[in-house]
């Protein structure tokens, strides 16, 4: 079983984190800090995520090369493997609570990894998913 983490980190905070300084500095800024501040996981989806859309995304998109620094940088840190029961949960959770399947396996890699809070933009800030809190750090700024 991996090691409890205080909060699991969606594609999109790595990716404010990597390419936001020119685009969204409000962002990149928060999710600079989250990187610094938390104890977080990842999953091997999140970081897939983010090495395929680290060079298409932004108005300065990173190098295939820049992309893979990145997502060595975060070998260290807990990360939840999409397998069979993430897999499983993550269809079960899409249908319960009408979500796609890829929100969906986020939620399950987070409770995988022991986390009950899970930051991303792209779910309902404030709404709780069976046992995993969503918030939008961005959301009040």
Same mark, same amino acid.
């Given at each position: 079983?991996?090691? !409890?983490?205080?909060?699991?980190?969606?594609?999109?905070?790595?990716?404010?984190?990597?390419?936001? !300084?020119?685009?969204?500095?409000?962002?990149?800024?928060?999710?600079?800090?989250?990187?610094? +501040?938390?104890?977080?996981?990842?999953?091997?989806? $999140?970081?897939?995520?983010?090495?395929?859309?680290?060079?298409?995304?932004?108005? !300065?998109?990173?190098?295939?090369?820049?992309?893979?620094?990145?997502?060595?940088?975060?070998?260290?840190?807990?990360?939840?493997?999409?397998?069979?029961?993430?897999?499983?949960?993550?269809?079960?959770?899409? @249908?319960?609570? @009408?979500?796609?399947?890829?929100?969906?396996?986020?939620? +399950?890699?987070?409770?995988?990894? #022991?986390?009950?809070? $899970?930051?991303?933009?792209?779910?309902?800030?404030?709404?709780?998913? #069976?046992?995993?809190? $969503?918030?939008?750090?961005?959301?009040?700024?």
């Amino acid at each position: 079983m991996p090691t !409890r983490v205080g909060c699991f980190l969606d594609t999109n905070i790595l990716l404010y984190a990597a390419l936001g !300084r020119v685009d969204e500095p409000q962002k990149y800024a928060i999710s600079r800090e989250l990187l610094a +501040a938390w104890d977080f996981g990842l999953s091997t989806q $999140v970081l897939g995520e983010f090495f395929v859309n680290a060079q298409r995304k932004s108005s !300065r998109p990173l190098s295939a090369a820049e992309a893979a620094n990145w997502v060595a940088q975060f070998e260290e840190r807990p990360c939840a493997d999409l397998d069979l029961s993430i897999v499983r949960a993550a269809i079960d959770a899409s @249908q319960r609570f @009408q979500i796609s399947y890829w929100d969906a396996a986020i939620l +399950a890699a987070a409770e995988r990894l #022991g986390s009950n809070l $899970v930051y991303t933009e792209d779910l309902n800030h404030g709404q709780i998913y #069976g046992s995993v809190r $969503v918030i939008n750090p961005f959301r009040a700024h």
